[in-house]
């Protein structure tokens, strides 16, 4: 009796895209960007990965859709835990391969997580297995103009490094930056990566400020129909950056595989744990006992989050009070049942975003704080004038007390 082998089917050439950046830089609004070119006839992969263990990024992207993903046959898959780039390349490469293998896409777009040095990413996707199955084109890097003003992101490792692995920069949020501000920032960028496109996202307020109000709307169609095209464009334009680095894995495959190792060491605090696919032991616990809450400190940073049973009601007012009074929070993000309905939760310190959603199967609430040694608290901030309340804010963020946290938003519950 002959027992028939399914033969594997074999991927080449799939375009595929990264789009990376800082906490809240704006990567998921590019992403919708880029997803709204899509032919409707045409099926796209997307791979999110998110710090946190609690995957919220998925529904903040198919909440900010018109439809739900499915049915504009773009398939998601989220890796939740940490960098899918820090500590090995499994995690990588089983959700690529499900993704490519389970939905055949014409087209795969990858979003690492904002707390990633994308280095460790370029240098597993220019390894030879991904070179005949993967089509790398253009590393797509968001920036945001209102972080860059500040001492404390510029001057940031990890503010910096997705700047240096760019092929095309996408600067958002620059509507306040004068000239001189706008020159500053290109020679900042220039010294990171003198070989970096630049592209300035649409600002609809620097369009009204330059342009008769009977002709806006007109103008603003013109300058986002071209926006749209410029950015689109990139999703057909190979990457020198990982063309570049494939040619060194060829030459010296050693040596580029001793690069990926020093480099992941680098990031050693973040646990063995972190670097698992999206079913985690965290996330099966979470899904089988709510409330569910974790926190843990990764390189600079403290994250927390939550999972609420869908009955649980959140007073709004409160909820929205109480994490903009978290010590120097970075990025908090959620999908939440509250008294004003179920809302979708995006903040970062330069916008603050809410929006009505349909009701979700459990809330879900992720924050991220910076600790209090991540930046130098003695440095002067002239253009933002740092107090030493601001200062005492980030000491504050490494001794918070996480029980105390859990109490007050379980008295929110109504």
């Known amino acids: 009796m002959s027992i028939s082998v399914k033969n594997p089917i074999i991927f080449q050439n799939i375009p595929c895209t990264l789009v990376t950046g800082f906490l809240g830089a704006g990567k998921t609004t590019v992403i919708n960007q880029l997803l709204a070119t899509k032919p409707n006839d045409e099926r796209w992969a997307l791979l999110i990965n998110e710090f946190g263990r609690i995957g919220i990024d998925g529904a903040l992207l198919a909440s900010s859709q018109d439809n739900d993903l499915e049915q504009q046959n773009i398939a998601m898959r989220e890796v939740s835990g940490g960098c899918i780039c820090c500590t090995s390349q499994l995690p990588l490469q089983i959700a690529i391969s499900r993704l490519l293998n389970d939905h055949h896409p014409r087209r795969l777009l990858i979003e690492p997580t904002g ?61 306040q930056l004068n000239t001189s501000e706008e020159q500053a920032l290109v020679e900042w960028i220039a010294k990171l990566n003198s070989q970096v496109k630049i592209i300035w996202a649409v600002s609809e307020l620097t369009v ?4 008769d109000s009977s002709d806006v709307h007109l103008i603003d169609n013109l300058v986002a129909d071209a926006y749209s095209t410029t950015l689109n464009d990139q999703l057909n334009k190979p990457s020198s950056i990982i063309s570049n680095q494939r ?40 899904n089988s006992d709510l409330p569910y809450r974790y926190h843990e400190e990764q390189q600079d940073f403290q994250l927390a989050g939550w999972r609420l049973p869908a009955h649980y009601i959140l007073n709004a007012d409160d909820l929205q009070n109480w994490l903009l009074n978290l010590p120097n929070w970075q990025r908090i993000k959620g999908v ?8 979708q939760i995006n903040f970062n310190p330069g916008s603050l975003t ?33 107090t030493e309340t601001e200062h005492d804010a980030k000491a504050s963020a490494a001794s918070i007390n996480w029980e105390d946290c859990d109490r007050e938003l379980m008295a929110m519950v109504i």
């Open 115 to 175: 707390l990633a040095h994308p280095r460790e990413l370029i240098l597993q996707l220019s390894a030879p297995h991904w070179q005949t199955a993967l089509q790398m084109n253009a590393v797509i890097t968001v920036l945001s103009g209102e972080q860059w003003q500040q001492i404390k992101y510029r001057d940031h490792e990890g503010f910096q490094a997705p700047v240096r692995d760019a092929d095309v920069l996408v600067i958002n949020r620059y509507a």
């Open 208 to 211: 009204a400020e330059t342009i």
């Open 247 to 286: 040619k060194v894995n060829i030459a010296h495959p050693q040596k580029s595989l001793i690069g990926l190792q020093s480099q992941a060491n680098s990031l050693a605090t973040v646990p063995s744990s972190s670097s698992s696919t999206d079913e985690t032991e965290a996330q099966a616990s979470a």
């Open 336 to 343: 939440v049942h509250t008294s004003d309905g179920w809302l």
């Open 354 to 386: 809410t929006k009505t959603i349909d009701p979700q199967t459990d809330s879900r609430l992720e924050i991220i704080l910076q600790l209090g040694n991540a930046v130098d608290t003695n440095a002067v901030d002239t253009a933002t004038e740092k």
